[in-house]
């Protein structure tokens, strides 16, 4: 008996599952030591990117599910923060990411169509992982003092965890949603300055719920309340991950502790 096969789709079928595989594998080597996860886990996806891409990119992105397409885009979007991080933003290019990648740059221009793509792709994945991480810290409280300690600590952690992607969301001289206005990039951006201020927004409902629950708290203050927490957090969150507020003090967490009692504490007084 004869057996038909449409070649095509075999090696679409095949190129899929390799590429699932290979984050089934980075699932498994995150849990061992950092060397070997990223060792091994970094051959691997390159790997999956130079098959994945051997055939045109339209059939490429077709054969993949948006689970992989989505995973493939953070990994990519990983490179270009450490490329602005170290080099600057006017130093990303889609050659300079390719060649960090160790893949043509025809793999990147399956993902993204310049290096705005790929920056605009970097800010709204952070503000949309530190809203969600902000909800959870507000939403694990009822009184509003224990909500805004909750949203401070969460956002120290963050910038903990995430040093470099805070210090491009909030930190470093980087485009802003200004100026992309009247270019073709505003409507994206738009997206990006709505997923920043849900952060804010967070903040100042809080801040609101404090209000609403004493009549001796001043309405118009919010807005400076919300303006100083915010600063101050992003200012702890700076000495830190510079590592300065180890020339300041011996005890960082001790004192890093005292500074968010301090943000707290005027709130206090109308819990």
Request: with cysteine; aromatic share 10%; hydrophobic share 40%.
């Amino acid at each position: 008996m004869q057996l038909c096969i449409d070649i095509n789709q075999f090696v679409a079928d095949s190129m899929r599952l390799l590429i699932d595989w290979t984050i089934i594998i980075h699932v498994k080597i995150i849990i061992q030591e950092n060397t070997v996860k990223y060792g091994v886990y970094h051959k691997l996806y390159i790997i999956s990117l130079k098959i994945a891409t051997q055939s045109n990119g339209k059939m490429a992105n077709k054969t993949r599910s948006q689970e992989v397409i989505n995973f493939q885009k953070q990994q990519m979007s990983k490179a270009a923060l450490e490329i602005i991080v170290n080099d600057g933003y006017s130093s990303l290019s889609i050659r300079k990411l390719s060649k960090s990648l160790q893949v043509s740059p025809s793999t990147i221009y399956n993902y993204f169509k310049n290096r705005d793509e790929i920056y605009i792709y970097v800010l709204n994945r952070g503000f949309e992982m530190l809203f969600d991480e902000f909800k959870n810290a507000y939403d694990s409280h009822t009184n509003p003092i224990d909500k805004l300690k909750a949203l401070c600590e969460t956002f120290l952690s963050f910038s903990g965890r995430e040093r470099d992607l805070t210090f491009i969301m909030l930190i470093l001289d980087t485009p802003k949603y200004y100026d992309y206005v009247k270019t073709d990039y505003e409507a994206e951006m738009r997206v990006e300055l709505k997923n920043a201020l849900k952060c804010r927004d967070i903040i100042v409902q809080t801040i609101t719920e404090i209000a609403e629950a004493n009549p001796l708290f001043p309405r118009e203050d919010i807005s400076y309340h919300t303006l100083s927490i915010i600063t101050r957090m992003i200012g702890i969150a700076t000495i830190k991950n510079n590592n300065l507020i180890e020339y300041i003090t011996s005890g960082m967490e001790v004192e890093t502790e005292k500074l968010l009692k301090d943000i707290i504490h005027p709130f206090e007084m109308y819990k």
